[in-house]
């Protein structure tokens, strides 16, 4: 079988890379649809996952969590009616990975895949990454926002992803030596990015130029 991740810090363009080598190699894109293939199955929103996925729980989530692994004696009405946990939702999240995995080649985009599938030989690991600044400027232009909403929306959300990896596979999400291939978008732009990874796919499983 054939998998490639791509991990991607937020405002480097790494889904927009990850979808264009997808088309190049003629194989599955998994991204937003597998949140709503995990929605479905967990019986939340798809807003509720996307809430939840790639974040730290808060305190209230953690502490429900845990009162509702104790004693019923002691379960509270907040713990009885608590939300899939993070575990869960990374479970769900693996079996829906997995099972595209089954049908054929796919190119995952983030949700930890990375690390997920970090034991796997037949897995290639793409982290795309830009400078703090071309990151904000990319999230102001795509997202239509102002500099100062950018800027927070960028190191939140990095720092949640980072976090994330951290806590549930103890990994640093960041470090170059998890990946294969780490690619500076700012500086390639995004059509090299993708080329250069359909370029290292097509070597890595000995795929030839049949699939452009």
Known sequence: MAILTVSRLYGSGGSEVAARAARALGWTLLDNDVV?????RLGLTTAEVQAREERLP??????????AMGSQEWMTPLAASRKPTDERLIEVTRHVVEEAIARGPVVVVG??????????A????????????????RSMKRDGI??????????????????????????????HENYDLSINTERLGIDAAAELVVQAAREQFALGAALS
Do not use: P
């Open 122 to 137: 037949d897995a290639l690991h793409v982290f795309c990454y830009a400078s703090r600044k071309a990151l904000i400027e």
């Open 146 to 175: 102002t500099a100062e909403a950018a800027t927070k929306l960028v190191d939140d959300t990095n720092r949640h992803r980072e976090q994330w990896v951290r806590m549930h596979w103890d990994r640093e999400w960041r470090a």
């Open 58 to 67: 808060s305190l209230v989530e953690r502490l429900t969590s845990a009162m």
């Open 36 to 40: 709503d293939t995990v929605a479905a």
């Open 111 to 120: 949700r930890g895949a990375q690390a997920m599938l970090a034991e796997r």
